[in-house]
Nanobody, 119 residues
Framework: QVHLVGSGGGSVQAGGSLSLSCAAV????????MGWYRQVPGKQRELVAA???????NYADSVKGRFTISSDNAKNTVYLQMNSLKPEDTAVYYC?????????????WGQGTQVTVWG
């Protein structure tokens, strides 16, 4: 069993920055990548960014150049630095641990964290 503990998020004016972090606890050998999805009401959950344990990253086109994902494998923790935020980045962000840079099955979900960008 894997438990994902997230923190960060919040509300910021457009152009500002926020960060997220997510720590994995439990059977960490069950996955080799971590990252975030996001979801807005009425839309499908989309992959935002992911990083594998050997450092391969994957970003949604909409966040490339603005978001940076990093990891501390010793702490089983990933971080997402979100800069130049736009109102369309507003969503609930879900931490995920899965397989490969596309966070494939089997995967695990953390609780969602609200990110709101206004202005």
């Amino acid at each position: 069993q894997v438990h994902l503990v997230g923190s960060g998020g919040g509300s910021v004016q457009a152009g500002g920055s926020l960060s997220l972090s997510c720590a994995a606890v439990g059977s960490v050998a069950s996955f080799n990548a971590m990252g975030w999805y996001r979801q807005v009401p009425g839309k499908q959950r989309e992959l935002v960014a992911a990083i594998t344990t050997n450092g391969i990253t994957n970003y949604a086109d909409s966040v490339k150049g603005r978001f940076t994902i990093s990891s501390d494998n010793a702490k089983n923790t990933v971080y997402l630095q979100m800069n130049s935020l736009k109102p369309e980045d507003t969503a609930v962000y879900y931490c995920n641990a899965g397989q490969g840079p596309h966070l494939g099955f089997p995967y695990f979900w953390g609780q969602g964290t609200q990110v709101t960008v206004w202005g």
